[in-house]
């Protein structure tokens, strides 16, 4: 139990352009689900909280303009990098929580921006 | 407000042999505390978890990791080391008490295994 997808598992983009990953939690309900950004060989940066049915709460120093994020139902958050560029590039984890302290964690996205 | 320190950034260890990865935490309250596993790109599997409960926790794939509140540590140990053990490992702080409350990742220990 405790699955979280994330969909796509890859993706590349051009310069300019937007694309959206999709965390979904498969198997149960979250309330919260997080989004983390990790760069090649260091650690998960938190980016974001996702609550559904209202804002998300940004980390400082995270765009909120520039990483657009949904959380629409109880089972899936979105984020929709918006005008990527090539320093977007990044792995981007999500994670959901079932209502005890362990976040369960989706198998990442890795976006290429050319 | 909470913190966590890996100490070695790279250990590396002979197939058969202990392992030990390091972790020291902050924390203004009794923390929860978490180990995850990262192979390459893949995403985390928790390993352990630390909730005030015993402080020797039993995890999967043979870990256990033992909270001692008077030295702020949480090491992650096996006692004997396998090819499939070569990954990322996290140890992790949850700022809060709630169960929503964030957490705080370590910078990461990356385990080598040899031969």
């Known amino acids: 139990g405790a699955v979280v997808s994330q969909h796509p598992s890859r993706v590349i983009c051009k310069s300019g352009t937007s694309v959206k990953i999709e965390c979904r939690s498969l198997?149960?309900?979250?309330?919260?689900m997080f989004w983390y950004r990790q760069f090649p060989k260091q650690s998960l940066m938190l980016m974001a909280t996702?609550?559904?049915?209202?804002?998300?709460?940004?980390e400082q120093g995270v765009e909120k303009d520039k990483f657009l994020i949904n959380h629409a139902s109880l089972t899936l958050s979105t984020l929709t990098v918006t005008s990527a560029h090539p320093e977007d590039s990044s792995f981007y984890i999500c994670?959901?929580?079932?209502?005890?302290?362990?976040?369960?964690f989706g198998p990442g996205t890795r976006l290429t921006v050319t | 407000a909470q913190s966590v320190t890996q100490l070695d950034s790279h250990v590396s260890v002979s197939e058969g042999t202990p392992v030990l990865l390091r972790c020291n935490y902050s924390?203004?309250?009794?923390?929860?505390l978490f180990w995850y596993v990262q192979h390459p790109n893949k995403g985390l599997q928790l390993l352990l978890k630390?909730?005030?409960?015993?402080?020797l926790v039993k995890g999967i794939n043979g870990f256990e990791a033992e909270f001692k509140k008077s030295e702020t540590s949480f090491h992650l140990t096996k006692p004997s080391a396998h090819m499939s053990d070569a990954a990322e490992y996290f140890c992790v702080v949850s700022e809060g008490t709630s169960s929503a409350s964030k957490i705080i990742f370590g910078s990461g220990t990356r385990l080598s295994i040899r031969p």
């Open positions: 996702s609550n559904e049915g209202s804002k998300a709460t940004y």
């Open positions: 198997d149960f309900q979250a309330t919260t």
């Open positions: 630390y909730t005030s409960a015993a402080t």
């Open positions: 994670s959901a929580i079932t209502g005890g302290y362990e976040q369960y």
């Open positions: 924390s203004s309250y009794s923390p929860s």
